[in-house]
């Protein structure tokens, strides 16, 4: 997902994200547990995969700023170096 978005839009850096953020998917119960996020990163060209478990947050939104800032932090690491 990074690589494409960081070729499909011609830029440095490109930013995949997937997981639960919120409520649990009926679908998938035990494979759906809130917080549980992963993103990769690819800069330039080298990709970063993480997982993170973000505690439990009070909404969508709440979830989405904190995992908004585990990839800050990721990404101006990578910048840096």
């Not at 978005?5 to 830029?11: D, P």
């Not at 759906?32 to 993103?39: L, M």
């Not at 505690?55 to 800050?72: C, D, G, H, N, Q």
Request: aromatic residues 8%; glycine residues 8%.
């Amino acid at each position: 997902m990074a690589k494409v978005c960081r070729e499909s839009f011609v830029t440095d850096i490109g930013i995949g994200i997937t997981g639960t953020m919120g409520n649990p998917d009926p679908a998938n119960p035990g494979d759906s547990i809130p917080g549980k996020v992963f993103f990769s990163i690819d800069f330039r060209g080298k990709v970063t995969d993480c997982c993170h478990n973000l505690p439990l947050l009070p909404s969508r939104f709440a979830y989405k700023m904190a995992v908004a800032k585990e990839i800050a932090d990721v990404l101006f690491t990578l910048i840096a170096d």
